[in-house]
Structure formats: C-alpha cells, structure tokens
C-alpha cells in the first residue's frame, strides 16, 4: 500500500468495524444478502461460522451450543455464497463539490465493501462513466478488504460524460452471476437515471441507489451576466440570469433531489443519500449503509 492508502486504511478500521457490527444487527442494511426465498417461506440452513457480537441471537445454533459447548449461528442459502456490487460514478461531474463528490463516493464504497465482505459475499467494485472503465478482482472475507481498498484509491473523477444505462448494460452483459447492486453517484445523467436502475431491476441485479450530493448545487450564487460551462460535455453558455431564473433552477434541482427517492419507494429498494459537507467521516460510513451514527 502506499503511505496515503495506510493512512486512509488506518483512519477507516475503528469506524469500519464498528458499522459492520451496527449493520449485522439490522441485517446488513444497504449490504444485506438477497433473502432467498423457498416453499412455505422457508429457508434453508447451508451451515454455520462462529458467534460475533452483533449477531442476531435467534438465529443462534441452541443445538451445537448445548452438545459442543460452542456458539454459533446459522447460515442461509443466500448467505453461503452471493455476490454484491459496488458500481462507482467516476464521471467528470464527480470531481465537483468540497471535499469532492468522488472523495465521498470512496468513502462510501469503503463502507458497502466491508459489510458485504463481513456478510460472507464476494464482492466485485466497477468504476463507470459512460461505460465500465475499470473492475477490481472479486474478492471474498473481510482478510481481503486491502486489495479492494487500493482498487479504491486509484480511482478519480474522469474527463468522461455520464451515462449510467450504456454502463449498466455493459456491466450486466459481462457479468455471470446477478446480485444487489449499489450505484454510487450524483445521479447527474443527460438520459436519466431511471434506464440503468430498470436494466438492473430485471436483470437480477436488486440496485441500491446511493446518493452523492452537495447542499451548494441547489443555491448557486448566479446573477446577472454569467458563463456557464458543462463539466462534462464541456459546452459553454453565456447567460443573463434573473432571479426567475434561479427560481426555476432550484425548483428542477428539487425534483431531481426527490426522484432517486420516489423510485427507491416505487419499487421498495434500500436507498441513501450522503452530502458532501456537513457530516462527519464516520456518519458517511453509516450513512453508505442506511444507518445513523449513534455516539
């Protein structure tokens, strides 16, 4: 690892470990294994691995406990051998905010990892644009976060345009066993967002939207004669701007805000949104999984 990566590592184990630990007692939050379900809605026990704190008590082995004197709990088909995705937004609108969308985006695939890995998924990180630009190895146990950690690292804002179907698409199409999804981005798409997460819905792959958003995109300090530059696409607009016209703006801004969340209740998928500023390290790492840091 390089120094900066120690360092990242380092600042990351406390925190990290204490949310693994928050998300078994909720089932894993946003890094939850897929519920199998069988006739009756059953489940099926495919083995066992040792008792953490944590750990649900009801689903605790009384039987092994009381004939080995060990405790340990059971595992579910489901739960035996899953995969999990991370698909990171590394798009030019990422390189935005302070600290940077892309900053927080690490953060928060750091935290999705990490549950997943202690939830015994094998685990695969892509970085996107307006296509797959990068995969790391599939990885499984937590023994392994490192190597998933320093695909992390390399990763920074692109040049390229946002386009999270054409991603999705090439991502499911290279892909041979679907699992939960977690989209990491601003969600800032030219064709909406909406395409990529129906590709994924019926494609096996459950999406789990996370939003990466800065509170100061919604009340720019424009007014009057002002040149606007696309980040992405790098096309130019010299404007007057009145103060209708920011009216309007934060209105659209406001819709897009609400539209990752009325798709995620539409079609009850777990969902979060972290902002860029505003909180501290260790709510963004309980905030990637659908918790709240509690002192």
């Not at 990491?184 to 494609?203: N, V």
Request: proline residues 6%.
């Amino acid at each position: 690892m390089t120094v900066a990566m120690d360092c990242f590592a380092a600042e990351l184990a406390g925190p990290l470990r204490h949310v693994a630990l928050a998300a078994r007692a909720l089932g894993g939050g946003l890094a939850a294994p897929p519920r199998a379900r069988l006739p009756a809605g059953g489940t099926e026990v495919t083995g066992h691995r040792d008792y953490a704190p944590g750990d649900d008590i009801r689903q605790v082995d009384w039987n092994i406990c009381a004939r080995h004197d060990e405790l340990v709990v059971k595992q579910y088909r489901g739960q035996a051998d899953w995969c999990f995705y991370v698909l990171v937004d590394v798009s030019a609108s990422m390189q935005l905010g302070r600290p940077p969308k892309s900053e927080v985006a690490r953060r928060a695939a750091a935290a999705l990892v990490y549950v997943a890995l202690d939830q015994m998924a094998r685990v695969t990180v892509l970085a996107v644009t307006d296509r797959v630009v990068g995969r790391s190895p599939a990885v499984r146990h937590t023994g392994r976060f490192a190597t998933l950690l320093r695909f992390l690292e390399r990763l920074e804002p692109t040049e390229a345009q946002t386009d999270l179907r054409a991603s999705a698409l090439q991502f499911i199409h290279s892909t041979q066993r679907p699992g939960p999804t977690a989209v990491i981005s601003d969600f800032y798409d030219p064709g909406g967002f909406e395409a990529a997460l129906e590709l994924l819905r019926h494609s096996g792959c459950e999406p789990r939207p996370v939003r990466i958003y800065d509170p100061c995109e919604a009340a720019p300090p424009w007014l009057g004669e002002t040149e606007l530059v696309d980040v992405e696409s790098g096309q130019r607009w010299q404007l007057v701007i009145t103060r209708r016209d920011l009216q309007r703006y934060k209105r659209l801004m406001e819709e897009h805000d609400r539209a990752v969340a009325h798709y995620a209740a539409r079609y009850r998928l777990r969902w979060t949104q972290i902002p860029v500023d505003g909180v501290t390290a260790e709510d963004v790492l309980m905030r990637a999984v659908g918790l709240r840091w509690r002192r």
